[in-house]
């Protein structure tokens, strides 16, 4: 089981639940199996910058960044993105290379990286679980940078700036799975939405031409460095018409196929030979807003109709909403861990 990327309102409702000021006490009481663990990195030109740490209970929490003002910030890609009034949730707000033609005023963030020594002592009192880093996906970064519709518009009329783009960006990504295969990590997770709920958020010719082959060769490299790695993917949305692609690039593990848009079932019916499936517990609709029951019932009829031979995760599809009922998520877990899995051979 996995509970994939838990809040901090969240968390702290369970340490109480459990009686605990541990998060990885939660996580044993709960039985979960994974744990993601990320490489640390140093942006020293970013970092003579920084003049805050984020506070709130939004994503990137505790971190420290570049201010504009209370709520505007900067990371060291140059993205600015802003906090809300409750801070609780980011909104994207601009980027280096928005309406830019070229990237000739524009260049990767300088990082280092700890050994793979230090990595590798990192991961050792998580040696029983199975550790997990995560790097993004470069679509995701790449609009982030030079903005959403400037990307897309790219896509179209100057792929060439596309294809430069991308060449860095995977390569910059490539450099960190390859380091966290090295060290020992279980799983890379490749992390980032090409797709909404009523399909991909671009075409998947665009996604042939600019992910699949630099995709293939990201996995390559990672699978050189150490064979045992498991690559799992991340989208949101409807991404039922690159599924194949995928697969062909080399991944293992998908998730989270979202329920809202698509069809667990169908999905371990076509591909349940090729992929192992992690999520499809929904987080839309179930834990946040159904009965314990609505819970349970969802948790066995995933497990009865994924689960079979295997290659299936047991997870939240995404981030639980804060304010989902502390009763429904201790029943996806307690769910998992009580069903007769006998019923599956």
């Given at each position: ?246 697969i062909r690039c080399g991944i293992d593990i998908l998730n989270p ?84 899995y006998r019923q599956l051979r």
């Amino acid at each position: 089981m996995d509970f994939i990327w838990p809040r901090v309102e969240t968390i702290d409702m369970l340490k109480k639940y459990f009686k605990t000021d541990s998060k990885e006490e939660v996580f044993q009481k709960l039985g979960i199996d994974f744990r993601w663990i990320d490489v640390s990195a140093g942006y020293p030109d970013f970092e003579k910058k920084v003049n805050g740490v984020l506070n709130g209970e939004a994503e990137n929490e505790g971190e420290k960044f570049i201010f504009h003002d209370e709520q505007t910030f900067e990371d060291q890609w140059g993205i600015v993105k802003r906090i809300g009034d409750d801070r609780k949730y980011l909104e994207w707000k601009d980027g280096p290379l928005v309406d830019k033609d070229s990237l000739s005023d524009w260049s990767l963030p300088k990082v280092i990286y700890p050994s793979v020594d230090e990595i590798t002592k990192n991961l050792e009192p998580y040696k029983e679980f199975i550790t997990v880093t995560e790097i993004e996906f470069p679509f995701k970064l790449a609009w982030h940078i030079a903005g959403f519709e400037h990307l897309s518009t790219m896509m179209v009329v100057e792929p060439e700036f596309v294809e430069e783009f991308y060449d860095q960006l995977y390569s910059f990504q490539t450099d960190k799975a390859v380091l966290a295969a090295k060290a020992g990590y279980d799983i890379v997770a490749v992390v980032g939405d090409v797709a909404g709920q009523i399909g991909m958020l671009f075409s998947p010719a665009m996604f042939e031409r600019f992910d699949v082959p630099r995709f293939t060769q990201l996995i390559k490299m990672v699978k050189e460095a150490d064979p045992n790695v498991k690559i799992l993917y991340h989208s949101d949305g409807n991404i039922n018409e690159i599924i194949p692609m995928l697969i062909r690039c080399g991944i293992d593990i998908l998730n989270p196929i979202q329920s809202a848009c698509m069809d667990p079932v169908e999905v371990k019916k076509r591909y349940g030979d090729k992929l192992t499936f992690h999520g499809t517990i929904s987080v839309q609709d179930t834990i946040p807003n159904c009965t314990v029951d609505d819970v349970c019932n969802e948790v066995i009829e995933r497990i009865k109709t994924v689960g079979y031979n295997g290659g299936f995760i047991i997870s939240p599809e995404n981030s639980i909403p804060y304010d989902a009922p502390l009763e429904n998520i201790l029943a996806v877990y307690e769910t998992a861990r009580e069903f007769d899995y006998r019923q599956l051979r």
